[in-house]
C-alpha cells in the first residue's frame, strides 16, 4: 500500500506583508486579523478552508495574480 503526502498547508503569507489596500496585505491579501486568526487554526481541514476563503478573498480585491506561484513554492519547501 502506498502512503500519500499529508497535503501541507503553511500559512497563505507570502512574505511581502505592506497593509497598504484598505487593511489588507498586498502579498497575500490577508488582514492583520485573518493572520492572527490562521495561526489558532491547526487542523488541515481548518487550513484548507481558510486558504479556499483567502483565493475567493483575492479574486474579489484583485491584483494577486503573483500569489499562487509563490504559494505553490512555499508549499513545496516548507521551514
Known sequence: MTC????V???????QCSFRRRGHCVGC???QAQK???QG?????QR????????EQQLRL?????WPGAY?????NPE
Not at 500519500?4 to 497535503?7: A, G, K, S, V
Not at 487554526?41 to 481541514?45: E, G, V
Open 62 to 66: 484583485g491584483r494577486y495574480d503573483h
Open 4 to 7: 500519500l503526502p499529508i497535503p
Open 72 to 76: 505553490k513554492e512555499k508549499r513545496s
Open 41 to 45: 487554526l491547526k487542523k488541515r481541514d
Open 9 to 15: 498547508f503553511p500559512s497563505p503569507c507570502i512574505d
Open 29 to 31: 491579501s490577508m488582514t
Open 48 to 55: 484548507a478552508a481558510f486558504i479556499d476563503m483567502i483565493i
Open 36 to 38: 492572527r486568526l490562521f
